[in-house]
Each structure stands twice: as C-alpha cells, then as structure tokens.
C-alpha cells in the first residue's frame, strides 16, 4: 500500500475516488474494458449490503429464484420500448460452438422480458397471484465512460419481479420496496440519506408506467441514483400474453413491478463518507468492524499477543466484527495507516504498557480521536462507540445534503450557475414541459433527480425556466 498522500477531494475528486477504491483494496480494473474485478475487501461490503437487503426483501413476503444471462433476441425484441431504451448498452452473442446462432442471445441488460415470457405459463388464475419474486445476478450494459462500482460494463444486482390482481397492490409493492427495502437498507446500513421521489417522464425506466427513486448526494455536489423501483402497469404482461381468470371468470392482465440496486452502492460509500485519508466506514457495513494491532517485540510477544486473541474472543461473543493484525512483516505504523485507508470504524492499539496498566487504546477513524479504555470495559464500550459512529455519520451526510440542497435558487440563471457548478440538489418550480426539462440540461448539464414524493403537492409558484404555473417542485443536478 502506497503511503503517499491521498488526492485532496477539493482539488481532484475523481483522482480521489480512484485512488481510494484501489489503495483500499476494493476492486480494479479487468482486461475487459469496463469491467471490473471487485477485490475481496470491496465484495465484503458488498455481501454486507446483500445481507441487508435479502433478509428485508424476504421480510416482505418475496421469494429468490433466477432466470438464465443469455435472453433470446426475439423475446427482448417484443418489449418495444424496452429494447429502444436499452439498445445501445445490449451486448449480442451470434455464435457459440464454432457455428452462427440460428437466434441472436442478447446479455441481459435485465430481465423484464425473459420473465414476463415465463409468467405467461405460470399465471392461469387469480389463485396464482401475487408472484413476489427476487433474483441476484449480474447483468451487461456496455457502458461508454466507466467508473469503478458506479458504471461497469457488467455489474451485480438485485432485481425484483412482481406480479399483482389489482393496481393498487402493485403500487403498494412498488412504495413498499422503495421506502421498506431500499430508504431503510441505504439510511440506516450505509448511512447515505436519501431524498424519495417519482421520476418525471423522460428520466422514467423504459416501458414504466412511474419510476421511484432514492437519491444520495455525494461529497462533490453530484447525485447518485441509489436504488429504484418501477410501477410497470398491464404493458408487460399485454406484451407477454400474460391473462389470468378472474374472481368474475372473465380474462384479465396482472399488474406489474420491477425493482433493483446495484454494486454502486459500494461507491456510494465512498463517496458519500470518505475524507482525505481514505474510507470512513459505516459500522453496520464495515468487514471488521475493529481491528486489533499488538505492539510487541521479541519476548513480549506472546503474552501481548495472547491479550489480544482474548479480546478478539469477548468483542466476537458480544458480536463484533474483528480482526487480530499480527503480520510479522508489517510495523504498527504501516497497519495503521492501512486501517484508515480501508476505513476501520475502530482500531484497538495493544502493547506492554497497555497491558500493565488494564487498558487498551482505542482510536475513532470518523473523528480521528484516541482514547484509554480499560480492558474489562472493552466490548461494552466497543459497542457502544460503533452505535455512535453509525449514527454520526448519517447525522454528518444528513446536514451535508441539506447543507447542499438550494430551496430557493433566486432564478433561472442563479439556478442554472449553482448546477453548472455542482453545487448540489436545487429545487424549484416546474411546468412538468419536457423543453423547460431539456433546456436546464443543456444549459447546465443538470437533469431533473427526482419530483418529491414529501413536496408534491403543486407549488403556487412558477416554472423557474419558462415562467408558467408550476405544477410541483423538481430536484435536479448532476449525477453520476
């Protein structure tokens, strides 16, 4: 690990990105242009936010299951709107074997419409429905401008496919998963606020009927979309041939959702809670939530190392993540700058004068403080410091989004200037015109993030681009 400093985020946020994601261990780039490798370290966050979300999606009553990579071409060709939406990032397998394909496989870029063809075999009657189903996999959108965790050519996710009787159950799926799922996964896991909205008609996913999003705002002033949920209406199933014999025996078309997150949410983290010294890590989040650095030399070894294993044991009996850094080949100060660098929520310092006097030192990486703590006290007060460093850093990204949130720009070119400028979120009346939309981008390269679902009431106000009623509040600016 490199011991020079870090790019500084206000000089070079980008370089900042790249250079901790890969100092840290998280992932690097693969022969394939696009296509990362994600590095132990990075799939242990990863698998941490699998966890998060799999034991609250099947708390919602939904099941897994998984539908093949390769999509007959025919199949995703049938969604029309789908495949114009996806057309330039689909990538198409036309041989196998050593012979041409009779049919084109395309590399799902998600699975709408190979698992709308299924349902049309598992869906005969109203006693077949709700079909709630989630499946983990990896999809391929052949992306133009890459970036670790947060655009790869291929990437990991959860995508979510459901079936409902009525309307109303399938909205009520749609804003369930939004705010039961993903808000509490995002907020209270990783410790990235949100701001919950609809997306307006051009930003929508291709084919649905309303788009759902959350929307984090990183440290540069730019948005991250974190997770989002459609409401995809009768289309897909219509598309599909899927119809069912209602309670009244007459045909009908269900109702339908598609939800998902993605790996990005590994780059989410950093950039929503890392400094200029590298990661700073939720603790609900974090591989080892306390690594354990002996001191010691020659013969004090054993016995500092054994204090050390027994401290290990009691912060696992009570829970803790932990890890013993005993590398022979590595100094103190080498493991400790590694422990910040990869975010260490707590690093507990042992050695011959802490053993003599009952203490061990434990250092805080979201607010660099040090502190003595005696040994008996240790899992209590360990576990009292990783609740405390969960909630200050969401506390921390809250005032930092509401800090970068412009309620009241003061008009068009104010406005225009602040997300030219990355500044952050800016909300303002909107027409709900798709040109007063288009002008803000082209002006600003800014696009409407979401519409509010807590401002959607219509505003008295008006359009900050044409000057006409507004129909509500928009939140634009620039997203990765």
Not at 45 to 53: K, M, P
Not at 338 to 359: H, N, S, Y
Request: contains cysteine; negative net charge; proline residues 5%.
């Amino acid at each position: 690990m490199s011991s020079a400093p870090l790019p500084r985020q206000s000089d070079d946020f980008p370089a900042w990105y790249g250079e901790v994601v890969r100092r840290a261990g998280l992932a690097e780039s693969s022969a394939i242009r696009g296509a990362m490798i994600i590095k132990p370290y990075g799939y242990a966050i990863w698998e941490a936010i699998q966890r998060e979300l799999d034991d609250r999606i099947k708390a919602t009553g939904h099941e897994n299951l998984y539908f093949p990579l390769l999509v007959p071409a025919s199949v995703l060709a049938r969604e029309g709107d789908l495949i114009e939406g996806f057309a330039p990032e689909v990538a198409v397998v036309t041989a196998a074997g050593g012979k041409e394909l009779e049919e084109p496989l395309a590399v799902r870029p998600t699975s709408e419409a190979l698992i709308w063809s299924t349902y049309a075999r598992w869906v005969q009657s109203y006693r077949d429905l709700p079909l709630l189903y989630n499946q983990w996999a990896n999809v391929v959108r052949w992306e133009l401008r890459p970036r670790l965790f947060l655009r790869t050519t291929e990437f990991l996710w959860q995508e979510g496919h459901t079936a409902h009787e009525t309307e109303a159950e399938a909205l009520a799926e749609t804003l369930t998963i939004l705010h039961d799922v993903y808000a509490d996964t995002i907020e209270q896991v990783l410790a990235i606020p949100v701001l919950r909205g609809r997306k307006s008609e051009s930003e929508r996913f291709p084919g649905a009927v309303d788009t759902y999003t959350l929307e984090a705002l990183m440290r540069d002033g730019r948005a991250l979309q974190a997770a989002t949920a459609h409401y995809l209406g009768q289309g897909f199933a219509r598309t599909f041939g899927v119809r069912y014999t209602g309670r009244d025996g007459r045909p009908e078309h269900p109702y339908a959702t598609s939800w998902g997150a993605t790996t990005r949410l590994v780059g989410g983290v950093v950039m929503t809670h890392g400094d200029d010294r590298g990661l700073r890590l939720p603790p609900r989040v974090a591989p080892h939530q306390v690594v354990i650095v002996p001191i010691a030399r020659g013969d004090e070894d054993a016995e500092v190392h054994e204090a050390a294993a027994a401290v290990a044991g009691e912060l696992r009996s009570a829970g803790v993540r932990v890890r013993v850094d005993d590398r022979p080949g590595h100094r103190p100060g080498f493991k400790f700058h590694e422990c910040e660098v990869k975010g260490v929520p707590l690093r507990v310092e042992l050695g011959r004068r802490d053993l003599a006097a009952g203490t061990v030192t434990v250092a805080r990486r979201d607010r660099g403080e040090k502190e003595a703590i005696r040994l008996a006290d240790v899992p209590a007060r360990a576990a009292a410091m990783l609740d405390d460093i969960q909630a200050s850093l969401l506390r921390e990204a809250r005032d930092e989004q509401r800090r970068r949130t412009l309620r009241d720009p003061g008009g068009y070119d104010a406005m225009v200037g602040y997300l030219r400028d990355a500044g952050g979120f800016a909300a303002a009346g909107w027409c709900g015109r798709r040109d007063c939309e288009a002008r803000v981008k082209d002006d600003s390269s800014a696009t409407i993030r979401c519409l509010p679902l807590d401002w959607e009431h219509p505003s008295a106000g008006a359009c900050i681009c044409c000057g006409r009623a507004a129909a509500g509040e928009a939140v634009w600016a620039q997203a990765y």
